[in-house]
T-cell receptor
Framework: SQTIHQWPATLVQPVGSPLSLECTVE??????LYWYRQAAGRGLQLLFYSVGIGQISSEVPQNLSASRPQDRQFILSSKKLLLSDSGFYLC?????????????FGEGSRLTVL | GQNIDQPTEMTATEGAIVQINCTYQTSGFNGLFWYQQHAGEAPTFLSYNVLDGLEEKGRFSSFLSRSKGYSYLLLKELQMKDSASYLCAVMDSNYQLIWGAGTKLIIKP
């Protein structure tokens, strides 16, 4: 069966510090991968998605970046965090080619920038 | 612009029935999803509707009217564990998901 894990679960970082959130998927090949941010009282905001190794599409211009160094690994990074980067970050995957298929989410990472 | 509207919060009694509405205005339509999200956890898939009508899955049912841009999630025989946020999301013509802010459902004994 397929599983998705992301870490760390909770992170408290000072403004201006770097960020790295990791996500891995097991039990499937060539998944479509997604990074979302969820702010209180707002819908999920798509940040990045990837359909293959090294292929990253950015939906929102910001100081965050994403990379996919391996087929089932997706990393969200920042060189310098802003206060506005605080939020709940969710990694998700979907079977390639199933555009209307179910999204499977990781456990989430709660980021607080102070 | 694209918009998904759903109530912010609803309260219901254990054992009762509750209907959570979702209205949408999007650029095209390729289906509507409902997800459940317990506090501090990841969303989990509940249902997918792409044709008009009612889809029943155990205690949960989801309805869609494409002409009205409207869907609802019906929860029967409410249990305390149903206390969660329910997220409505619509897939637009570019197969991008547009998410509502979610409805927080509070179940009282």
């Amino acid at each position: 069966s397929q599983t998705i894990h992301q870490w760390p679960a909770t992170l408290v970082q000072p403004v201006g510090s770097p960020l790295s959130l990791e996500c891995t998927v097991e039990g499937t090949s060539n998944p479509n991968l997604y990074w979302y941010r969820q702010a209180a009282g707002r819908g999920l905001q798509l940040l990045f998605y990837s359909v293959g190794i090294g292929q990253i599409s950015s939906e929102v211009p910001q100081n965050l970046s994403a990379s996919r160094p391996q087929d089932r690994q997706f990393i969200l990074s920042s060189k310098k965090l802003l206060l506005s980067d605080s939020g709940f970050y969710l990694c998700a995957w979907r079977l390639a080619g199933e555009d209307t298929g179910e999204l499977f989410f990781g456990e989430g990472s709660r980021l607080t920038v102070l | 612009g694209q918009n998904i509207d759903q109530p912010t919060e609803m309260t219901a009694t254990e054992g009762a029935i509750v209907q959570i509405n979702c209205t949408y205005q999007t650029s095209g339509f390729n289906g509507l999803f409902w997800y459940q999200q317990h506090a501090g956890e990841a969303p989990t898939f509940l249902s997918y509707n792409v044709l008009d009508g009612l889809e029943e899955k155990g205690r949960f049912s989801s309805f869609l009217s494409r002409s009205k841009g409207y869907s609802y999630l019906l929860l029967k025989e409410l249990q305390m564990k149903d206390s969660a946020s329910y997220l409505c999301a619509v897939m637009d013509s570019n197969y991008q998901l547009i998410w509502g802010a979610g409805t927080k459902l509070i179940i009282k004994p």
